[in-house]
């Protein structure tokens, strides 16, 4: 639905989508692969939407030199303004990384790389491979799992011992509980409509479905800043390694540390980026290994030369490409952030007029036919035949805002599979195939996944 209109003859406009404003912000949200697709195959690679809402005149790329020329380009020509990203605002406030502007977020993003890179984290192997195995060990032979579910479980435990540094206790397992349940209200394109229609976010009562997302929320938050109490009291915080006491301890170049608010909202930001995106990527990477065999004999066949050292772990090539794959096949993000033309410019021959937003279509790079031959088909062997440029593969968006805990996620993603691969065998169970279908503000497979358990093998390194 729509027509292709053309720019104006003095200028060299995108072509622009002229289907009614409304009719394509309910495309974006129920059916945002369709939607996609059919304005690239109708405008080619960049284009422009007029949806209500955030991406309102949005010029969409997925060709790898504009996208080349945004990112590298993304502190002077164009700029990440929070504006872009208040749909985000609902979860994580307004005070964390990814809501903040220009120097505040540079510097905040200095403040927390090295949390995520380094040595910082070969210190988290022991406690991703320890996570999964104490898992895992509870599947028996018989059961039918809920993939998703058990994937969420390992990653928020990870961030959750990783950003607070708490392992056990009540308050552990009712944040956990809670930002479960905070995340489910939710994760259907039903109800992530309330996300992109501000006029809908009304708390009408607690059975109404925002009065239902407030409550949740608040009640999350209340936990933690009580975290946050309990640490700026704890005498013995500079002796712990986590992210939270190194947050508190911290001070800006005025010498003043970060209020509560700033610590709940980077706490929220770590939580919601660090677990959700990772469950989800996991779940597709189980999903390709048991639906393709062949995939599944050639990991465990790599898996069977290899020792238990992680480092060497995480570099066996097939493993990679299989991790690489899964997240080109089905980004968990279908776009970048979207950065604000800060000055009239031209993107590979197109006009752009200042304080027009431009995304990276993350989801249509990884699927152009000239990049990635048979695009749909989920092959492994690409990643190995070949090396990509950071903009014809940017699975964590790019720049200066490229996703701060690329690395642990990396690192997570291949060493929970190897331990999944190693202790049990598992069977497909449900609709088959199994497509993406909007989950929040990202894709995640439509129902889940579900296996049943078939054996508790262990393949010997």
């Known amino acids: 639905m729509g027509v292709v209109v053309t720019g104006k003859p003095s200028m060299n406009l995108p072509p622009t989508i002229n289907a009614p404003q409304f009719w394509q912000l309910l495309q974006w949200i129920f059916k945002p692969i369709d939607l996609l697709h059919r304005y690239n195959d109708q405008c080619g690679d960049t284009f ?81 491979r320890n996570i999964t195995r104490e898992l895992v060990s509870t599947w028996q032979v018989g059961d039918t799992i809920n993939v998703r579910e058990q994937m969420q479980s390992i990653s928020l435990a990870v961030i959750l011992q990783a950003v607070f540094g708490v392992y056990q206790g009540d308050r552990y397992e009712q944040i956990r509980t809670k930002l479960i349940e905070v995340l489910a209200l939710v994760e259907s394109p039903v109800s992530s409509g309330l996300l992109f229609f501000p006029g809908l976010q009304k708390d009408w009562g607690a059975r109404s479905p925002w009065g239902r997302f407030v409550r949740q929320r608040a009640e999350l938050d209340r936990l933690i800043y009580a975290e946050i109490s309990d640490r ?28 509560d608010e700033e610590l709940h909202d980077e706490l929220m930001t770590l939580l919601f980026a660090g677990h959700e995106t990772t469950a989800t990527a996991l779940s597709w990477a189980i999903y390709w290994i048991n639906y393709l065999p062949e995939v599944r004999e050639k990991l465990l066949a790599e898996l069977a030369t290899a020792g ?11 493993l990679s490409a299989v991790c690489s794959e899964t997240l ?134």
């Open 48 to 128: 422009r939407l007029t949806m209500s809402g955030i991406f309102s005149g949005a010029v969409f790329t997925s060709d790898p030199q504009v996208v080349q020329q945004v990112l590298t380009n993304d502190t002077k020509q164009f700029l990440s303004l929070s504006a872009a990203n208040q749909i985000l605002q609902p979860f994580l406030g307004d005070r964390g990384v990814i809501l903040l502007e220009r120097d505040e977020h540079r510097q905040r993003r200095q403040l927390l790389m090295p949390q995520f890179h380094g040595d910082k984290v070969k210190s988290y192997t022991d406690l991703m």
């Open 232 to 259: 700026r009291n704890d005498q013995h915080r500079v002796d712990r390694s986590d992210i939270l006491s190194m947050l508190i301890g911290s001070q800006d170049a005025e010498g003043q540390g970060m209020t």
């Open 308 to 318: 238990d050292d992680a480092l060497a772990l995480s570099r066996l090539p097939y």
């Open 328 to 461: 080109r096949i089905h980004p968990v993000g279908m776009l970048t952030f979207a950065r604000i033309a800060q000055e009239p410019v031209q993107l590979k021959g197109f006009d752009i007029a200042a304080g027009t937003p431009v995304v990276g279509c993350i989801y249509l790079t990884h699927h152009r036919s000239d990049i990635y031959p048979d695009p749909e088909s989920f092959k492994p062997e690409r990643f190995i035949d070949r090396q990509y440029s950071p903009y014809e593969f940017y699975p964590f968006g790019g720049g200066a805002r490229r996703c701060i805990g690329m690395a642990l996620a990396q690192q997570e993603l291949k060493l929970v599979l190897v331990e999944v691969l190693r202790n049990c065998q598992l069977e497909l169970t449900g609709k088959l195939p199994i497509a993406p279908i909007r989950r929040g503000v990202t894709l995640g497979p439509n129902g889940g996944v579900t296996a049943k358990v078939v054996s508790n093998h262990a393949v010997t390194p």
